[in-house]
């Protein structure tokens, strides 16, 4: 079992992506396996991260997915904003400030905002025009990924709301 705190999308928002990236060469990431990851915890004890997270105050905030990328080093599709919007940088500052606290190792490397459609994906000619979709969050989960024969599957273990701006 591995932990991670992630955003994950409105249903809709979700088939949305998949069905724009289902054409594409790749493996694709199914419509209810597509999440935004905040932090990587990996196999742990969900306690210390509950108590972390419960302290973490942000805005709710949309998400514009308007572009979409290949990166040839390891073969990746993703979809995602031109750049991180603040209250997202914002959530995630707050969320890896109280994680450091709980004494969590996290990745060292900046934030980027990115939602990963395609793995083992081949570099595309062209992109299609994404399709022009919403991803409200709400809120933040921390999810367990649960790994067997057949692959992973994701739990949402707790989630953690997000309170309206002003």
């Known amino acids: 079992m591995r932990l991670f705190f992630a955003a994950w999308p409105p249903p809709e928002t979700a ?71 603040k209250p997202l940088k914002a959530l995630v500052d707050k969320l890896h400030f109280e994680l450091d606290r709980a004494q969590f190792t996290l990745e060292r490397r900046p934030f980027a905002a990115h939602v990963t459609l395609l793995r083992a994906a081949r570099a595309p000619e062209s992109l299609p025009p994404l399709p022009r979709i919403e991803w409200p969050v709400r809120e933040f989960v921390l999810a367990r990924s649960v790994l067997s024969g057949r692959g992973s599957t994701y739990e949402i273990a707790e989630r953690f709301p997000l309170q309206d701006p002003g």
């Open 15 to 85: 088939r949305a992506l998949e069905a724009w990236a289902s054409p594409l060469e790749g493996r694709i990431t199914p419509a209810h396996k597509i999440h935004l990851t905040l932090a990587f915890l990996g196999d742990v004890a969900p306690e210390r991260a509950i108590l972390a997270a419960r302290r973490v105050q942000a805005e709710t905030h949309l998400i514009p997915i308007e572009i979409a990328q290949y990166w040839k080093h390891n073969r990746v599709l993703w979809a995602g904003p031109p750049e991180t919007p």
